[in-house]
């Protein structure tokens, strides 16, 4: 039976815990890279509380689309915070949100207040604010050394481009990543998608867990120094390690294989569907699902051969392709023991019947955003883990109050004084049953 | 700080049952860690990232393009993913073969797979059975759909998983099919979240004593990283439209040609201040009282002028010098790198971002190191990439305590070995 997970409001109502119940997460994180990494943490049940600047908030909430104004993309006021962007409500799922300037000698005070009570701070300013806000490593070890403190920039704290500024394609290209995407005849091409950004996020995850794993065992912690390029030169595999090998650089291929044919995109009938035709052995399947014979001649045989005959393959292929539906042709595939796929819209993902039998959907309901199905656990764990818990992200400055109560102790009197001066901002909160 | 030869990971036993990238890469990030992970390949059947027992000459993932007599411990495919880890061989279609992987089941930590599912229960070691030889193991399935559900069987390439994660489908040019990337970026984000999910459960085990069955669906973990798209969908009941290499917020933002062949740069200016900045770094006063690009919603509507302009300007400019001169003036700016380019970049070279490792049967070649830079346990890459079961003898001797006799009599039965014994690769 297909399964809908229906979570609402905060973890006590779930009654499941996470498998990070306990630890506590100061993120000072905005944008993406540094939010993907504190919401895999909040997924697993971390106290993740998000320093949020007054009056507006972390600026990935004014990136749209958003619930309200399906057909804008960006807010470009910045006087209050926007509740409802699809970023937003993605990367900060799980997270209590306060309103802090840590531009402010106090506000600096409440930050290493709340540092002292954490087990992990993580921030992806440019390098050398932290420093210039008085947040500087030895200022944080000063007051908690045990803190694990990671830092996520785009080239990272040290090095010739440590200033260097960058939006996600600048990242790409410099990362390698970009050179080895697109046509060959036409200028390199990014992934539509943040993947350079959400990569360095989850591998500062990872790393950040083993240093709190260490921290745990010695009462010491440590800086960690993720950098967004150097994510993406580390994933290059085979496109950076032929030329290491041999000096011969990899190039851009479009949508066919690199060195290989039929292993790639292709038009079908209502989109497009993925062909990957391997191994050899499994090659006359290929001709008997696509009922051309001529398929089947040994010289396409190979690997090499293909290649060799690379238009005549496709040229071959491409009738039956265009007169199959996407799935038909995946599953016709795949039922014949070959790694064919499709390229999956928006729609199909959140209707794939993989994915709805295993549940991995959740339905989120946000007080202002509204109800809406977000992708579960990136990774499951056994169900008597109780891994994973999905909460909703936080508006401005909601727990302003609770969290500087839980963390540091401080009491309504001293959050309302530090508000009266603009040290903190208190955000509507809302009861949700 | 802690003691810098105190790598988090050291007390930890990984075995590595995992082939291709997304579980090596995995693997990778623990032994990067200063994990022990062992990793284990059949002769039969040994990891395809080796390549074929006897490839055609000429391929580039050699060393000069020459396979050599054991082209499978020569291939940079393989090599660049398993450097600090060990490699034995070790069949399990035999009772010695079986009797020895029990025993490594015993004293390690996690045992890790990537086989297509069901695989390892065929050969009658499901997560019940693997704990009756240890109680507390954490054991990491990662076949392409997980372990249950109507697609549980199918296979999955990382090629597919960009397809069916959603991530080709917005990459390419509007109007145009969806464009596959140069990689397969489906395998290294799932094994980065499975490292990631997997220390939070050694964590939780060192706190409850309970291991922990890891059910890792490649595809699941792919589309994690589509989450704000998938929302965007629901608001806007429309599929994203693909934007080649533009932003949706803010312009210009594109790939840029410069001056020689295939050299490129990529320009962003996200707000007001990197477009004042660009502008003048142009010096092209004309376009600052120009009404098309006056405020940040013309420049996004009219970007097809303003990217004319832009690629008119740095057509015969050097991708280089261009870059530090727009970075000097404060605009997000940053040349393609090639291969060559960022194995000698000075940024690169200064943080030691690839590093020089000496393998025995390659020679010294570089290589992308470890991905982060940890102050108190920065670690290092410990040893190259292993040759096809080079460390049986210090694994099934030094680690099980087998005689030398014992592990000769498994040699000359095929249990273990240096040698392929098929060519099973694709």
């Given amino acids: 039976m297909p399964r809908l997970q229906s979570l609402v409001g905060d973890a006590t109502i779930s009654g499941m815990s996470g498998l990070l119940e306990g630890v506590r997460v100061l993120d000072l994180t905005h944008h993406i890279a540094g939010p993907y990494c504190t919401r895999l943490m909040a997924g697993l049940g971390a106290d993740v509380v998000k320093v949020e600047r007054p009056p507006a908030g972390d600026p990935i909430r004014r990136l749209g689309p958003f619930a309200s104004r399906p057909n804008v993309f960006r807010e470009y006021g910045a006087d209050e915070p926007v509740e409802d962007s699809a970023w937003h409500l993605y990367l900060n799922v799980g997270k209590r949100s306060i309103g802090l300037d840590l531009k402010t000698g106090e506000g600096r005070q409440v930050a290493l207040n709340l540092a002292g009570k954490a087990d992990i701070l993580v921030e992806n300013f440019a390098p050398g604010t932290m420093d ?56 390199p091409l990014k992934e539509g998608a943040p993947l350079a950004q959400l990569g360095a996020g989850q591998n500062a995850f990872a790393a950040t867990m083993a240093a709190l794993m260490l921290a745990e065992e010695t009462g010491e912690g440590q800086e960690i120094d993720i950098s967004i390029a150097e994510y993406a030169t580390n994933i290059l595999e085979n496109a950076l390690m032929q030329y290491s090998y041999s000096g011969q650089e990899y190039t851009r291929v479009g949508n066919r294989g690199y060195g290989r044919a039929a292993w790639g995109i292709y038009p079908c009938q209502d989109g497009h569907v993925g062909i990957i035709a391997g191994p050899d052995h499994r090659w006359p399947e290929v001709a008997r699902i696509m009922e051309r014979e001529e398929l089947a001649d040994p010289r396409y045989g190979s690997r090499r051969g293909r290649q060799e005959f690379a238009d005549e393959v496709d040229a071959l292929m491409l009738p039956w392709l265009i007169e199959h539906d996407k799935v038909d042709i995946f599953k016709a595939g795949q039922e014949s023991g070959l790694g064919f796929s499709f390229v999956a819209t928006m729609k199909d993902i959140l209707e794939m019947e993989q994915l709805v039998a295993r549940g991995y959907f959740v339905n989120i309901e946000h007080p202002v955003a509204g109800a809406f199905t977000y992708p579960g656990a990136p990774i499951t764990c056994e169900p008597d883990a109780d891994a994973w818990l999905f909460r909703r992200a936080p508006l401005f400055g909601e727990h302003t109050l609770p969290a500087l109560s839980d963390w540091p102790g401080f009491d309504g009197a001293r959050v309302n004084e530090l508000a009266g001066k603009g040290v903190v901002s208190v955000g509507q909160t809302v009861s949700e049953g | 700080m802690p003691p810098s030869n105190q790598q988090p990971l050291r007390n930890y036993r990984v075995l590595d049952l995992s082939r291709i990238w997304a579980g090596p890469y995995c693997t990778k990030l623990m032994a990067d860690l200063g994990a022990e992970v062992i990793k284990m390949e059949s002769l039969s059947v040994y990891d395809s990232h080796r390549g074929p027992v006897s490839p055609a000459r000429g391929i580039a993932s050699y060393p000069d393009s020459e396979p050599g007599d054991e082209p499978w411990n020569r291939n940079g495919w393989f090599n660049c993913l398993h450097m600090s880890k060990y490699g034995i061989t070790l069949e399990l279609t035999s009772d010695e073969g079986r009797r020895a992987f029990e025993r490594l089941v ?103 004593g309970k291991g922990m069955y890891i059910d890792v669906s490649q595809q699941e973990s792919a589309v994690a990283f589509m989450g704000p798209e998938l929302l965007a969908y629901q608001m806007t009941g429309e599929e994203p439209e693909r934007i080649g290499n533009r932003s949706r917020w803010y312009a210009p933002c594109n790939t840029y040609p410069c001056a020689d062949e295939d050299r490129w740069i990529t320009i962003a200016a996200t707000n007001d201040t990197e477009w004042a900045a660009l502008l003048s770094a142009m010096n092209a006063k004309g376009l600052a009282d120009d009404p098309r690009f006056a405020t940040a919603e013309a420049r996004m509507a009219n970007q097809d002028d303003l990217d004319a302009i832009i690629a008119g300007w740095t057509g015969n400019q050097d991708a280089f010098a261009l870059a530090e001169r727009l970075q000097a003036a404060g605009v997000p700016a940053g040349p393609v790198l090639r291969g060559p380019d960022l194995l000698a970049d000075r940024h690169y070279t200064e943080r030691g971002t690839f590093v020089t490792v000496d393998h025995p049967q390659v020679g010294p070649k570089q290589y992308p190191g470890i991905p982060w830079k940890m102050s108190a346990t920065p670690g290092e890459v410990r040893w190259p990439s292993p040759t096809l079961g080079q460390h049986n003898r210090e694994i099934f001797g030094g680690l099980l305590g087998l005689t030398g006799d014992e592990i000769d009599a498994l040699e000359s039965d095929g249990v273990i070995g240096t040698k392929p014994t098929g060519s099973r690769i694709i």
């Fill in chain 2, 106 to 208: 015993s004293i390690s930590d996690v045992l890790i797979e990537n086989f297509r599912q069901g695989s390892l229960e065929r050969l009658g070691y499901d997560y019940g059975a693997l704990r009756k030889h240890r109680p507390d193991l954490i054991y990491v399935s990662m076949p392409a759909f997980g372990n249950t559900g109507p697609w549980k069987g199918y296979l999955g390439y990382g090629i597919g998983q960009e397809q069916l994660s959603g991530m080709a489908h917005l990459t390419g040019y509007p109007g145009d099919g969806p464009m596959k990337s140069g990689i397969n970026h489906g395998d290294p984000i799932t094994g980065s979240h499975a490292a990631g999910v997997l220390l939070a459960a050694l964590r939780r085990r060192r706190r409850t």
């Fill in chain 1, 132 to 187: 210039r806000l008085g947040l500087g490593y030895e200022e944080l070890r000063a007051v908690n050394p045990a803190l694990v403190v990671t830092s996520i920039s785009n080239f990272g704290q040290t090095g010739p481009y440590r200033d260097w500024r960058a939006a996600e394609a600048n990242l790409y290209a410099m990362g390698g990543l970009m050179n080895i995407t697109g046509e060959p005849d036409q200028e």
